[in-house]
């Protein structure tokens, strides 16, 4: 089956800090999730990624699908205590069952005010 | 609209006690799955289902059973709990298949069970 990585697993910063994060693959996808998991809830989407080379910004959040789509980043920029939480890539191919949707392994982040 | 509801929210059981974890959606989704989440191996699916009456594995079906006679309802029951099923567990529903466009996968607020 796919190999997904998602890395770093965990980081401490200091509020005002960026962020970065990312996810690779071992296959091809066409489509590239990321979530976001606050303490105590479920995963919410936080971006969708459709296109190889995309970049899509929300907020203070920039993601991008790579060009050889077996990877994508996630950036947060100035981080405030509310980032807290984890963050989850999911990428799949379009048609895939969302039954069957994979995530990586999560980035815990933490923020020191 | 409430969305996904999981309930209960925490659990504890003892060793090859059986019991089942609720899940329902009011957001006449077609698809369900239910996942575990456990420290350093994100979420990983258990069994989904794509409609009422359909129902399949997913990567850890072990220990687990489902079923989909409702478009509203996917229960997870624990046949014979073990302490390896202490976990988070999270139910999710989506309206179709993964596309552009489509409602991106809708979780639930999880619940926590422990086994002792």
């Known amino acids: 089956g796919q190999q997904l990585n998602q890395s770093p697993q965990s980081m401490f910063i200091q509020e005002g800090e960026d962020v970065s994060m990312n996810c690779t693959s071992s296959s091809i996808f066409n489509t590239w999730l990321w979530y976001k998991q606050d303490p105590g809830e479920g995963p919410v989407l936080l971006i969708a990624l459709y296109k190889a080379g995309e970049l899509t910004s929300n907020g203070r959040l920039t993601a991008q699908f790579g060009i050889t789509r077996k990877d994508s980043f996630l950036n947060i920029s100035a981080s405030i205590p509310s980032d807290v939480g984890i963050y989850f890539c999911a990428p799949y191919k379009s048609g895939t069952s969302y039954g069957k949707l994979t995530f990586g392994q999560g980035t815990i982040l933490t923020v020191h005010p | ?116």
Request: a positive charge; hydrophobic letters at 30%.
């Open chain 2, 1 to 116: 609209n409430a969305g996904v509801t999981q309930t209960p929210k925490f659990q504890v059981l003892k060793t090859g006690q059986s019991m089942t974890l609720q899940c329902a959606q009011d957001m006449n989704h077609e698809y369900m799955s239910w996942y575990r989440q456990d420290p350093g191996m994100g979420l990983r699916l258990i069994h989904y289902s794509v409609g009422a009456g359909i129902t399949d594995q997913g990567e850890v079906p072990n220990g687990y059973n489902v079923s989909r006679s409702t478009t509203e309802d996917f229960p997870l029951r624990l046949l014979s709990a073990a302490p390896s099923q202490t976990s988070v567990y999270f139910c999710a529903s989506s309206l179709g298949k993964l596309r552009q466009g489509n409602s991106p996968l809708h979780f639930g607020n999880g619940t926590r069970l422990t086994v002792t």
